[in-house]
């Protein structure tokens, strides 16, 4: 399983077509709403969000540096706080999915992905991304609800980020 980490800013899920147009950190004087792209994916507030890369739209991976993976049969990113093991984070997410995850009100957005994203630090420019710590995932062109969820218990405490296909969202 590969999981993405970042240097301490949001996480980026961009579009591949549209990785040679995200620059990343450009200029980092100032306040970082002035350091280009980065400085935008760093404007997002909450745990998800959106920002344009031309015509397509990123969706950005915010609040929290943590490390990130994608379970593509739950079309969930799963956002690592704290864990013992991976096993230990991906069995809970999978059980809180079946168990019916209590989404955030506020954390519900939709998102149009034109085919397969690269998930990346959102500091590199996309084309960096591609040499490594990244993570290609293969959607379906479409529309999706995106809702994420904070879950904590004893043991594992994560970041749910999940996808449905427009078609499926309820």
Known sequence: MTWVSSAGGPLLVAPRTALDRW???TDDDGPVETWGDYG??????????TVPIGDEQALVLGEDPALTTFLPGELLFLRWIAADSEA???GAARRAL???VRW?????LVWSAPGPV?????????AEAEADDHLVVDLAPGRY???AAYIADDDVWMILVRL????EAG
Not at 164 to 167: A, E, K, N, S
Request: contains cysteine; aromatic residues 4%.
């Open 104 to 108: 955030d009100e506020d954390e519900d």
């Open 40 to 49: 935008r994916a760093c404007s997002v507030e909450g745990y998800i969000g």
């Open 23 to 25: 620059q990343g950190v």
């Open 88 to 90: 230990a984070i991906t």
């Open 98 to 100: 079946r168990a019916g």
């Open 164 to 167: 449905q296909p427009m078609d």
């Open 118 to 126: 690269v998930h990346f630090d959102s500091a590199l420019a996309g």
């Open 145 to 147: 609800r995106v809702r």
